[in-house]
């Protein structure tokens, strides 16, 4: 009777050639093995430093309505606004985006340049509550507006230039109240020369313009509209806002802005243009800002809520994986909760 040879538990591995640059010689699993190793050889560190956290502003005393669509995201009058900002002191976020709602609008979004706007008041009061935090401002028309639209209309149909002079005075007017930066969104084309122009005559060449130069026509500002109260009344903005098959286009778009003036550029949203956040970190060496979105957000928190995902995880490995595509900073309604978690993870 022949006796068979057991057979080895553990399958013999071929020796290579040190210095072969192959397995087993190479073992990329080395590095990985624990949290003090992975910290170590990380290449992409987020910071609460990285985010900027937008606040809707809306008129009253007293005001902290909860978005439905977003929840944690409350629509506040100034004076809950400058609560919010002082809980924010020792979290490291270094700035916050100010979307304005104003108690009356109109074809031309007049309170979009009143001296005595609700964003112009927010504006005061934050800088004087906390001086050193970064207030960025938004300027578009559609949140002033009675159309909802991102500039002046004709019929059914947005125009263009005549809609840069009101685009102007809004920046001017913000930087005026005490704005560090000011943020064009409205995607007409030539605002960000306008603007630059408008600042560089009345004394504020030192401020800087933020634009959101590859905006996408984005399914993702859903919850957006209704925190802003800016849906359009009528069609859509497909017309000025960016087509999301196009990447090439985005790299035309910032190449404008930058020429016009741009001292930042942005990508928004962020999760469904990781590649555009690419291909503008690659061929642009001016900052880079991306936009985390209301959908996004709002994704996450249904899903969080439903107990499908682990929130802070998910949370913290989108906001890693938008500054792994090239963003140097984030815009995102995450920042308070997201550095927390970064404060307790170090």
Not at 125 to 140: F, S, W
Request: with cysteine; hydrophobic share 40%; aromatic share 6%.
């Amino acid at each position: 009777m022949t006796t068979l040879a057991p057979v080895a538990t553990t399958p013999t591995i071929p020796r290579v050639p040190a210095g072969s640059g192959t397995f087993p010689t190479v073992r990329l699993r080395r590095l990985r093995r624990s949290e003090t190793l992975r910290s170590l050889v990380r290449e992409t560190t987020l910071d609460p430093g990285d985010f900027i956290y937008p606040l809707f502003i809306t008129t009253g005393r007293g005001v902290r309505h909860e978005v439905a669509s977003m929840p944690g995201i409350c629509q506040l009058s100034v004076d809950e606004a400058v609560r919010e900002v002082r809980a924010l002191d020792g979290t490291g976020i270094p700035a916050v985006l100010l979307f304005g709602i104003p108690e009356h609008k109109d074809a031309v979004g007049s309170e979009a340049y009143a001296s005595d706007g609700v964003i112009q008041q927010a504006i005061r009061a934050i800088k004087d509550a906390r001086p050193e935090l970064l207030v960025v401002t938004d300027v578009c028309l559609c949140e002033y507006t009675d159309h909802g639209h991102c500039g002046i209309i004709a019929g059914h149909e947005v125009l263009n230039d005549p809609s840069l002079e009101l685009l102007a005075r809004m920046a001017v007017s913000h930087v005026e109240a005490g704005a560090d930066l000011v943020a064009p969104s409205d995607m007409m084309d030539g605002r960000v020369g306008a603007i630059r122009q408008a600042l560089d005559d009345t004394g504020h060449a030192d401020t800087a313009i933020m634009a959101y130069s590859s905006k996408y026509a984005s399914g993702f500002y859903g919850p957006f509209r209704e925190a802003a109260e800016s849906a359009p009344r009528f069609g859509d903005r497909r017309g000025y806002q960016m087509d999301p098959a196009n990447a090439r286009e985005a790299l035309r778009e910032i190449e404008l802005d930058i020429a016009e003036g741009a001292d930042i550029v942005m990508v928004k949203p962020a999760l469904a243009y990781l590649d555009v956040i690419r291909r503008v970190r690659d061929r642009f060496p001016v900052p880079l800002a991306a936009y985390n979105v209301s959908g996004e957000y709002a994704m996450v928190k249904a899903a969080a809520g439903n107990g499908w995902i682990d929130e802070r995880r998910i949370v913290l490995e989108v906001l890693t994986g938008i500054k792994r595509a090239g963003a140097d900073f984030i815009i995102t309604y995450h920042a308070p909760e997201a550095s927390r978690w970064l404060q307790e993870e170090r």
